[in-house]
């Protein structure tokens, strides 16, 4: 497996790892500058060279992994036998210096509904580093013209085609997926409520609309739905930070934007190391887009769940 495959690997199944790159040598070395080593919990791929320089970048980088380190790292190595190595001499007589650098756990966020709001909340989230999943049942909504704006995004973004039950797709979604629900039906919105308290892998879900409407919604969860109130108060609605009261979807947009960046930011204190996806997954699923909007389609295939009914 090369080295950009075995990021890819470790992205897809959102386990953190650390890219080990020979940054300059001088004099004789096992390998020259620009080889690369991955590093995950473990498992290794590629190679900077073996013996002492590769066995105690591994070491180090597992010690990174364990950390949660962010910060990259240079270490320098003087191959001969004059110095005092934990894995073995080498004894090559030039220097190497190496870079580790960390690959964090890819967050990912599902907008369910890419209309007036959920549109614009891709645009700004399409510039962060993770993977944006984009839902709606609606084929024009996603049509390729309406999402050329994405097509150079930095985030890995995939579209689903959901013409019968949007809510299919969240057993789908990568273990800790921030959901936000906006779509453009009252019915599809407390269906996806309802499913997304029943999926216990997902992270935090968020609902727009009033008060009114999640009043209703919160009395059916309550009773119809089965849920008790721990789990009903999962659902976060208002979402977006309280004092920007605009009404326009990009202020909408920016406002649910930096409220989720503030999740993030919780839950990194609360969660410092992610835990890996069971294994059971197919992690073909959660493999992010390579390039530009990757589009899917969904077939539906069972009864809709307990909430589907019109509020």
Known sequence: MTWFA???RLRARREPGVLVTVATVRGHAPRNAGAKLVVGRTGTWGSIGGGNVEAVTIDRAREMIAA???????????????????????????TVSVLLEPLPVVRAVAIFGVGHVGMELARVLARQDLDLH????????????RLAVL???????????TPL?????????????????????????????D???????????????SAAKWGRFRRRLLTEGGHDEAAVDRIKTPIGLADITGKDPATIAVSVAADLLRTF?????????????????DESAH????????SEGTNIAYVSPHLRTVV
């Open 6 to 8: 075995a990021v890819a």
């Open 68 to 94: 949660s380190t962010a910060e990259a790292e240079l270490m320098d190595f003087a191959l001969n036998d004059k110095v005092t190595n934990r894995h073995g001499v080498q004894c090559c007589g030039g």
């Open 134 to 145: 984009l839902i709606d049942s609606r084929s024009d909504i996603l049509a390729e013209e």
């Open 151 to 161: 097509a150079d995004a930095v985030a890995g973004v995939r579209v689903h085609h």
């Open 165 to 193: 039950l949007p809510e299919e797709v969240l057993d789908t979604l990568p273990r800790g997926t921030h959901v936000l629900i906006m779509t453009h039906d009252h019915a599809e919105d407390a269906a996806l409520c």
């Open 195 to 209: 499913a997304a308290l029943r999926s216990a892998h997902l992270g935090s879900i968020g609902l727009i609309g």
């Open 265 to 281: 930011e919780a839950e990194e204190e609360d969660h410092p190391t992610d835990e890996p996806v069971d294994a059971g997954i």
């Open 287 to 294: 493999a992010p887009a390579r390039s530009g909007v990757r």
